[in-house]
Nanobody, 114 residues
């Protein structure tokens, strides 16, 4: 089970940190990632972090967003800086396990607006 939190209304240029708490050790998860879905658009990958520590970012967020994890808290984070209105979306956490199955969180809404 994955539970996201941290979504909020923020002004352009502001920052937010999203959290994704896992019910099991994240060390047992092959890949953890953040996805987002804006109204009328398809869900897209924002950032992902592999068990070995490799990161991948969408071009649109490179240099602004940072994905990280705290193994002791079984929590994945997404630090979002210099937010833009186009970052407005529901953000989802996804865990992909070593056998290929995956879980999604329920999502948390981020709104960037003045």
């Amino acid at each position: 089970q994955l539970v996201e939190s941290g979504g909020s209304l923020v002004q352009p240029g502001g920052s937010l940190r999203l959290s994704c708490a896992a019910s099991k050790s994240i060390l047992s998860i092959n890949i953890m990632g953040w996805y987002r879905q804006a109204p009328g658009k398809q869900r897209e990958l924002v950032a992902q972090l592999t068990r070995s520590g490799m990161t991948t970012y969408a071009d649109s967020v490179k240099g602004r967003f940072t994905i990280s994890r705290d193994n002791t808290k079984n929590t994945l984070y997404l630090q979002m800086n210099s937010l833009k209105p186009e970052d407005t979306a529901v953000y989802y956490c996804k865990a992909t396990y070593f056998l290929g199955s995956s879980d999604w969180g329920q999502g948390t809404l981020v709104t960037v607006s003045s």
